[in-house]
């Protein structure tokens, strides 16, 4: 019984459930009652059992974290925001855009941490930086030329819609 996509989870919930299914089981009720009651799968309160067996009440307490431990300390992702705001340029980069790649280099240039390009925007975004696209347009850019071919050239190029004195060629439209 996992959670929704989005939903994190309530240790203190969690382990309130577990110490509920304990005092259920020490009242002899089968694994089967106790998981109806508690609302869980047969195999979780089987699970629950072994552990009370061999750890007592305390092999039932919630865990200290959930996942990996983080490796890059509050401090380190502060001074890495600090080092993205310097820009791509600074570290030799040949454009002036972000990306992955570039982020995970920096990475492994500062703190030896090696990266998965892939896995990189859930650092960025835990800096609070998130996608962006280039706002810069070319440089050859004519600006009077774009302006003229939407109004003279697009019209042209544009579908009209038909004009209602041809006859339809579908059976289904009276014509």
């Not at 047969?42 to 009370?52: A, E, F, G, T, Y």
């Not at 992702?77 to 972000?98: C, E, H, I, V």
Request: charged residues 30%; contains cysteine.
């Amino acid at each position: 019984m996992g959670n929704p996509a989005g939903v994190k989870r309530d240790f203190v919930a969690l382990e309130q459930r577990r110490m509920r299914a304990a005092q259920l089981l020490r009242q002899d009720l089968s694994e089967a009652e106790v998981a109806r009651q508690v609302g869980v799968h047969r195999q979780s309160v089987n699970r629950w059992h072994r552990q009370l067996r061999t750890e007592g009440r305390a092999g039932l307490k919630r865990a200290k974290r959930a996942g990996r431990k983080p490796q890059l300390a509050p401090a380190e992702l502060r001074r890495l925001g600090q080092l993205l705001k310097r820009g791509p340029d600074a570290f030799g980069f040949p454009t002036n855009l972000w990306t992955l790649p570039r982020v995970a280099r920096v990475i492994a240039q500062e703190w030896g941490i090696h990266y998965h390009p892939g896995h990189v925007w859930r650092v960025l975004r835990q800096i609070g930086w998130s996608c962006q696209r280039p706002t810069g347009r070319a440089l050859e850019r004519d600006e009077g030329a774009i302006r003229q071919w939407k109004r003279q050239r697009w019209p042209a190029l544009k579908k009209k819609p038909n004009s209602r004195d041809k006859p339809s060629s579908s059976s289904t439209k009276a014509g």
